[in-house]
């Protein structure tokens, strides 16, 4: 190929779909290249075939609550995981096949191979070489596992290969209590899987608050072994594997490494960049423009370590793809931070975290949702909610939560806080009864109790009925 292109997107994964799409609007004289199977992390290791295996799990952990329902024989149910695994993949190659789908029709303009920078405007591909106005680089993350581990083989999982056993052991441990390591961990406990979790970090899942901390372990305690604060060690024994952290130790089948995700940057060419790079290797990244320095090259998505989540690798590449196509970059305002994960309660984390926060200029609300009318009804009364306000404005900042409904109540927040809203505006908005959104109003009352007080025609200031059935 001898012409000079106007884009190269590296890499086919949600950042660089999202990249094309722009890219397309404006431009058919591009390629996009991807090493190994074309289909985004989401859909074929990530999201969608962990929240499948999450969806089974919650179904069969339900039986749990069924006497208290009066609905009988729950004793006698059993979980098939060789089926229950068959169903993810099943549906896994579906979500694939509809990322695929979206590159079907490029022909010679999506191609196979691996990609190393040679310059700002130039990329080795499959021993040709081709040159390009602007470069996008999207080629994603991939699973830690630290180098000794390697050697132990199979009995060593990630989520790039648990979702293709055809079973699981009896036992395993999880290594991390990131967002992954708590999703999964729970979800493997909860279908009938002797876990042990070890954590090197006291904090788990992405929280910052001691409080919602606190719940977040208490629960996820009664459910498996966790084991926080120290790291792990794993070494090969004849009855399996065993893992030691401090004091604890456990000897189980296999390990679930979910230690983190590491940049795919090796053997990228970075390094022919005329751009410093960071211990990490890592150029600097303008995160309003996804600019690399003042080069015609952007790196979106999970490579970049900013923001490791599908929506914002999502915008990143629709960010990129409009700048790589404009004669000069424009900078887009980021959308409000938002995480959760998946576990039961969910755990969500919102606007800004509670160790961002200046104590003296920021107010605290709060409820937990033991005694909460909704969540007592259908036995899934357990949690917090731990609301973040400017102390002299009222004006929402940010939340973290271990609750019930949490991935819709964070949503709901996110919007309250790309709109700036205050404490009173948001009690001016309906509660229906009996809804779990009745426990956010309940933290946004504490809120407003330390806030001054309101005009007395203001529905804002209606109080609570103090009553379980009522609030």
């Not at 169903?87 to 190659?93: A, E, I, K, S």
């Not at 581990?149 to 036992?171: S, Y």
């Not at 790291?231 to 024994?237: D, G, I, N, P």
């Not at 009864?433 to 946004?444: D, I, K, N, S, W």
């Amino acid at each position: 190929m001898n012409e000079i292109l106007d884009v190269i997107i590296i890499g086919a994964g949600s950042a660089g779909l999202a990249a094309l799409r722009e890219v397309r609007k404006r431009t058919q004289n591009f390629v996009i290249v991807n090493d190994g199977p074309w289909g985004t992390i989401c859909a074929r290791v990530g999201c969608m075939p962990s929240k499948a295996l999450i969806e089974a799990a919650n179904a069969y952990q339900r039986r749990c609550t069924f006497a208290e329902f009066g609905i009988q024989g729950a004793d006698f149910m059993t979980i098939d995981i060789p089926a229950v695994l068959r169903r993810v993949r099943r549906l896994r190659d579906d979500f694939v096949a509809s990322t695929v789908k979206t590159t079907e029709d490029l022909g010679k303009r999506a191609i196979s191979g691996r990609a190393r920078l040679l310059a700002p405007n130039r990329v080795r591909v499959n021993d040709q070489e081709l040159c390009a106005q602007n470069i996008i680089i999207a080629t994603g993350s991939s699973p830690i596992v630290p180098n000794p581990w390697i050697t132990l083989g199979k009995r060593i999982f990630t989520t790039d290969n648990l979702f293709e056993q055809e079973t699981l052991p009896a036992r395993m441990a999880v290594l991390g209590m990131g967002p992954i390591g708590v999703e999964m961990a729970q979800a493997l406990s909860r279908l009938g899987i002797e876990i042990v979790g070890f954590g090197s970090n006291k904090m788990i899942a992405g929280l910052t608050d001691p409080q919602v901390n606190s719940a977040a372990i208490a629960l996820l305690g009664r459910e498996f072994s966790l084991n926080l604060g120290e790291k792990a060690e794993l070494t090969a024994v004849s009855e399996g594997l065993k893992v030691q952290a401090g004091s604890k130790e456990a000897v189980i089948d296999s390990v679930l490494a979910a230690l983190g995700r590491r940049s795919n940057i090796d053997n990228l060419g970075l390094e022919t960049l005329p751009v410093p790079l960071d211990k990490h290797g890592m150029p600097p990244i303008n995160p309003s423009t996804l600019q690399v320095a003042d080069l015609r090259v952007f790196m979106v998505g999970d490579v970049n370590d900013q923001a490791p989540l599908l929506h914002e690798a999502a915008d990143e590449g629709h960010i990129a793809g409009i700048n790589a196509t404009r004669s000069e970059p424009v900078c887009f305002a980021r959308r409000t931070p938002l995480a959760i994960v998946f576990s039961d309660p969910n755990v969500a984390v919102v606007g800004s975290r509670y160790q961002e926060l200046d104590s003296t200029k920021t107010l605290i609300g709060e409820v937990t949702f033991d005694k909460q009318g909704r969540a007592r009804l259908g036995q899934y009364n357990q949690g917090i909610l731990r609301l973040y306000a400017e102390a002299e404005s009222g004006r929402l900042l940010g939340a973290e939560m271990c609750a019930p409904a949490g991935e819709h109540i964070a949503h709901l927040l996110a919007l309250s806080i790309d709109r700036s809203l205050t404490v009173g505006e948001l009690l001016r908005m309906p509660f229906y009864h009996p809804v779990l959104e009745e426990g956010l109003r309940t933290a946004l009352r504490s809120l407003a109790a330390q806030l001054p007080a309101g005009s007395g025609s203001d529905l804002a200031t209606c109080g609570a009925f103090n009553s379980e059935a009522l609030d």
